[in-house]
């Protein structure tokens, strides 16, 4: 069966600082992935997405950057975080390429930037 | 570009009693329609989906939601609520963009259930 891990589960950080975010997908082979930000009040937004290694989609220009080094892992970054980039941080996973197909979350990361 | 609405930020349901969620979606073309739950500090789990025929979908957990083209819903219901019930729900859409549909889904912004005992 198909696992998705995130680490870390909680990351505190100052302003400034860099950050490295990971997720890796276990049991499939070349999934999609998706990195979003849930902010309070906000809902869930899409940040990155990855149909292939080395192929990322951004959907929302910001602090942040993604990359794909291998078929299974998806990395989130930041060379400096800022205040607002605190909050809930999720991977998912599908595979296939139709709207309908279903998306797989991970645990999230906790990320607070103070 | 799509949208999604989840009217009731909050909802406070008595145990036993019956449930609704209203989600409302803006799209062109034929949506894909998905309800997802989070409890606390938690990813989120599928309850169900659609994506063509019957427009009445069950779910897990006694969950189903009916879409509706006309008035551009896919409500979530549950006839008898449950204390495990209480949780985050969200709504969203999936389309057929130009990652050929692997290109994310659009989400509410969620309806926070509390269950009152």
Redesign the interface.
């Known amino acids: 069966s198909q696992t998705i891990h995130q680490w870390p589960a909680t990351l505190v950080q100052p302003v400034g600082s860099p950050l490295s975010l990971e997720c890796t997908v276990e049991g499939t082979s070349n999934p999609?992935l998706?990195w979003?930000r849930q902010a309070a009040?906000?809902?869930?937004?899409?940040l990155f997405?990855s149909?292939g290694i080395g192929q990322i989609?951004s959907?929302v220009p910001q602090n942040l950057s993604a990359s794909r080094p291998q078929d299974r892992q998806f990395i989130l970054s930041s060379k400096k975080l800022l205040l607002s980039d605190s909050g809930f941080y999720?991977c998912?996973w599908?595979v296939?390429?139709?709207?309908?197909?279903?998306?797989?979350?991970?645990?999230?990361t906790?990320l607070t930037v103070l | 570009a799509q949208s999604v609405t989840q009217p009731d930020i909050h909802i406070t349901v008595s145990e036993g009693a019956s449930l609704e969620l209203r989600c409302n979606y803006s799209y062109g073309a034929t949506p894909y329609l998905f309800w997802y739950v989070q409890s606390p500090g938690q990813g989120l789990q599928l309850l169900l989906k659609y994506f063509s025929g019957d427009t009445l979908v069950q779910g897990i957990k006694g969950f189903e939601a009916e879409f509706k083209r006309s008035q551009s819903s896919f409500n979530l219901r549950k006839p008898s609520v449950h204390w495990s019930d209480a949780a985050e729900y969200f709504c969203a859409v999936g389309t057929l963009g130009q990652g050929g549909g692997a290109d994310g889904l659009t989400f509410g912004k969620g309806t926070h259930l509390i269950i009152q005992p």
Do not use: H, I, M
């Open positions: 999609n998706y979003y009040g906000r809902g869930l937004q899409l997405y149909v989609s959907e999720l998912a599908s296939g390429r139709r709207g309908s197909d279903t998306q797989y979350f991970g645990p999230g906790r």
